[in-house]
């Protein structure tokens, strides 16, 4: 990229130079039109010979001095100012979630006055902060994401810094962005999740599902161990392709899947037969009554329940615990109930293992 062409004459010599700044490390073309032979001092302490040359700048303003002979015997000194802008950052690699963190840096030259802008993982600004005469800056800000961070300017940006996030540990009750921030990413995965702030019984229930497909334990607390898994977890496959469209209970992990394209739709955590004497079949079936509302049956009261063999049924239940526990229906939360009803017709395959 040129930024810039200087040409400057002396007798029957003239120096062109391009770019005469930008950010550094700032490589420079310098050519003596006219001359037979030429010596460049680049003003940082090294040189070079040759009509035509060029030479990569630090950050600093410098000043390329120039000896050239002409074809007449002549010759003649001249000089031309290169600037290479620098930006430096240096910052914690470890942050406390929502804690105050601080980043400092500086430009070089040195200015004062310039807006340096500290800009996170996904591009976003963060904070900003004015350069002192001595070009440096401090920027303070809540860091809520991991990843890299890069010092930005008018002339340039800073190398990036790898922050990692020390985040807290949440439990049923609590409030924080961070709840909203643990639906989304839960959501993402395919976890059947409510949206907010407010780490409800929802929450709770998509947090169990989670623990359940990743084999952590069954807390119902997001903890550093939690947070770990979370970052590098991928929704879960179908043991089944085919319908490409249908269900699965998972008995193992005690979780439902919502299947739709042959890939993992929907997670949604279960509770199979776990009384003394009760066992929920396995194999292949297939959905054959539905009732909206509560259905008195000879298991219980069952919300929303739609049949798959005898009289067991994918029904709502208040009481979803992270372990088998029904007669042997396939118990599911009664906010997800609906949503299963309405979009699981008869004959839809549904696959119990």
Known sequence: MRWGLVATAFLSVTIQTSPTSGPAPLRVTFHADGATAAHWDFGD??????????????AGRWNAAVTSQAADGSSSTQTVPITAYGLTLR???????????????????????????????????????????AGAYAIRAHIRVPGRYTATSSSGASSAIAVRVSLPRLTLGARAPLVAQLGDRLRRLRYAAPYGA????????????????????RTGVVDARLWRALGSARTPVPRYTRPATHLEVNKGRQVLYVVRGSRVALVVPVSTAG??????????????RKVVGFDPSPLGTLYDPMYFTGGYAIHGNPSVPPFPASHGCVRVPMWVAPHLYETNPYGETVYVY
């Open 275 to 288: 009384l003394p004497g009760k066992f929920t079949p396995v194999g292949r079936f297939a959905i054959y």
């Open 198 to 217: 407010s780490f409800d019984g929802r929450m709770l229930d998509a947090v169990y599902a989670f623990q359940k497909v990743q084999g952590l334990p």
């Open 91 to 133: 910052g914690p690699t470890l942050a406390r979630y929502g804690k105050r963190s601080v980043f400092r840096g500086a430009v070089v030259p040195a200015e004062a006055g310039r807006r340096v802008t500290l800009k996170g993982p996904r591009g976003g600004n963060v904070a900003s902060a004015l350069t002192n005469t």
């Open 45 to 58: 302490g090294t040189a070079a010979d040759g009509v035509a040359v060029e030479h990569t700048y630090a």
